[in-house]
């Protein structure tokens, strides 16, 4: 009865899932992933093919002293360190409506002493869809536009959930969360783990996320359907204008047990943190021309007192952002 039981489920996953075996079956490749980004949401030269909506900003970071405890990188010398941010849409549509039920993101490259980079990239969702790259192609397949309806199948991204038990967390948090009304008053999460590796070598596993110091604030189910389609960029521009956007960078310390190479996996709420500095954004501006148009903002771009863990998602998005890099600089 139970190996009856066993195959009748095994039979019950491959009736829903067979659309999305070909990830499985073939390697997933950086130009596969942006070749299918390509293809939902279309070519657009010289653009990035994914959070391609967005807006340049300026500003500083200035770290405490209890962050260079943890870590001996210059991002934590207590300086000011000079900031190029984005912040941007999810997704490779250059004119999706700022209303859509999607992550927002905010990316920084910090400017160190002696010439040396730092770059995040993070979401203002507390997990990311998808535990391995596989996942981010297949719902990156799932969501391309039906040519008869010019809308994704919803079938197709029914049995992409179904079969896709890691990307259930980011969407049903998307589901539950309208999108901010500005990005000032966002949270923006690191998603994955980092280590953290101070003067005596010691490493600590971490997780960030930056906390906007006025608060954040979702649009109300009637601004959503009043807000505007490009509101956000006009707001970040006019209110930086007029006063400084803070966001305190909140760390978490990792303990035994911990998710560290899976980016769909909360940490319990009750890991201690300290703040580890304050970004301050002092000006905002359209991107074209902008100073962050030019730049990738890697996460694996890292200094010296900062490290990767093995997260299959955080060291693959270095090589798409690479292909995706490489197709803008030659006009593609």
Same mark, same amino acid.
């Given at each position: ?7 009748l ?14 990830a499985?079956?073939?390697e997933?490749?950086a130009?596969?992933?942006?070749q ?14 994914n959070?391609? +909506?967005? @807006?340049?900003?300026?500003?500083? !970071? ?8 943890? *870590?001996?990188? #210059? $991002? ?21 409506p700022?209303?859509?039920?999607s992550?927002r993101g ?29 996942t981010f ?9 039906d ?44 998603i ?9 070598d +010691?490493? @600590?596993?971490?997780r960030?996320? !930056? ?8 649009? *109300?189910?009637? #601004? $959503?359907?009043?807000?505007?389609t ?24 990792g ?17 201690p943190?300290?703040?580890?500095g304050?970004?301050?954004i002092?000006?905002a501006?359209t ?8 730049i990738?903002?890697?996460p ?10 093995n ?6 998005r ?14 593609q």
């Amino acid at each position: 009865m139970k190996l009856r039981k066993m195959k009748l489920a095994l039979s019950s996953v491959m009736v829903v899932s067979p659309v999305f075996a070909l990830a499985a079956e073939q390697e997933v490749t950086a130009p596969r992933v942006v070749q299918a980004l390509e293809a939902t949401f279309g070519v657009h030269q010289g653009e990035r093919r994914n959070h391609i +909506k967005g @807006t340049c900003a300026v500003g500083e !970071f200035t770290a405490t002293a209890e962050a260079a405890r943890y *870590s001996r990188s #210059a $991002l934590f010398s207590g300086q000011a360190v000079p900031v190029i941010a984005r912040f941007s849409l999810a997704g490779g549509n250059p004119k999706v409506p700022d209303v859509t039920q999607s992550a927002r993101g905010m990316a920084l490259q910090f400017k160190l002493p002696k010439g040396q980079l730092h770059q995040m990239s993070m979401l203002n969702t507390p997990m990311f869809g998808a535990a391995h790259p596989g996942t981010f192609l297949d719902l990156t397949e799932a969501q391309r536009p039906d040519p008869a309806t010019g809308k994704p199948d919803p079938d197709k991204l029914k049995a992409f959930r179904a079969s896709h038990p890691d990307s259930l967390a980011q969407a049903q948090y998307l589901a539950s969360h309208n999108p901010p009304d500005s990005y000032t008053r966002s949270a923006f999460f690191g998603i994955h783990t980092f280590k953290f590796i101070n003067a005596q070598d +010691k490493v @600590t596993l971490v997780r960030w996320r !930056f906390v906007p110091q006025e608060g954040e604030k979702p649009l *109300s189910n009637e #601004a $959503l359907k009043t807000a505007g389609t490009d509101f956000l960029e006009t707001a970040l521009i006019s209110s930086t204008s007029n006063k400084p956007a803070r966001w305190d960078m909140l760390v978490t310390v990792g303990q035994p047990g911990d998710p560290q190479d899976d980016p769909t996996q909360s940490w319990p709420a009750q890991r201690p943190e300290f703040k580890a500095g304050t970004l301050t954004i002092t000006s905002a501006s359209t991107q074209k021309g902008g100073l962050c148009e030019p730049i990738n903002f890697d996460p694996m771009v890292m200094a010296d007192g900062i490290a990767p863990t093995n997260d299959p998602v955080l060291r693959f998005r270095s090589q798409a952002y690479a292909v995706s890099f490489g197709k803008r600089l030659s006009g593609q």
